[in-house]
């Protein structure tokens, strides 16, 4: 990886022989291996056996939620806040667990929108809950230094499952307990 950083250096007509330039390659190399890393991430082995029995049935929300990802069309980053609740069905998931799924498929070449229920997704199946709930607010390089140019704005995303999606009561209540 580090000799396409340098090949991309010498593209854009710089030397990557220069001094402040010297070990960039290598660094960057790292830096995107690490923004990245949720492909070395297997959800089983995240888990790792944090679900346990609960009686509890009432709404579990983790607000909040930092997470940085990169657009997979622009290679730009997108960075944000995720919420996300559950509804138990007799187990509950250890409380990192959830921004640590957040962490893994946002550290992956993305677009919001596939981030948004890939987290939802995998929560309901690693929980069985009755239902997920994901909104992700993000601002996006991409349209923030190029293209538009537009600093100010926000993408707002959001996945609803199960009782999420089938009882408008349980969405307003998920809804103003994230406002």
Do not use: W
Request: aromatic share 6%.
């Amino acid at each position: 990886m580090d000799q396409h950083f340098r090949k991309l250096i010498e593209s854009i007509g710089e030397d990557p022989q220069r001094t402040g330039l010297l070990k960039t390659p290598e660094r960057a190399a790292r830096a995107f291996e690490f923004m990245t890393q949720g492909y070395k991430v297997n959800i089983n082995d995240l888990v790792n056996e944090a679900v346990f029995p609960s009686e509890n049935d009432e709404m579990v929300i983790v607000k909040d939620i930092e997470m940085y990802s990169m657009c997979e069309h622009h290679l730009l980053p997108f960075f944000g806040k995720a919420h996300v609740a559950y509804i138990p069905n007799g187990k509950i998931i250890g409380l990192s667990k959830i921004a640590r799924i957040v962490d893994m498929y946002a550290r992956r070449l993305q677009v919001q929108e596939n981030l948004t229920r890939e987290i939802a997704s995998s929560l309901m199946k690693v929980t069985g809950a009755l239902g997920v709930g994901v909104v992700i607010e993000a601002r996006h390089l991409c349209m923030m230094m190029r293209g538009v140019e537009k600093q100010n704005s926000v993408m707002k995303t959001s996945c609803l499952l199960g009782i999420f999606r089938k009882d408008p009561s349980t969405r307003r209540e998920f809804l103003a307990l994230i406002a």
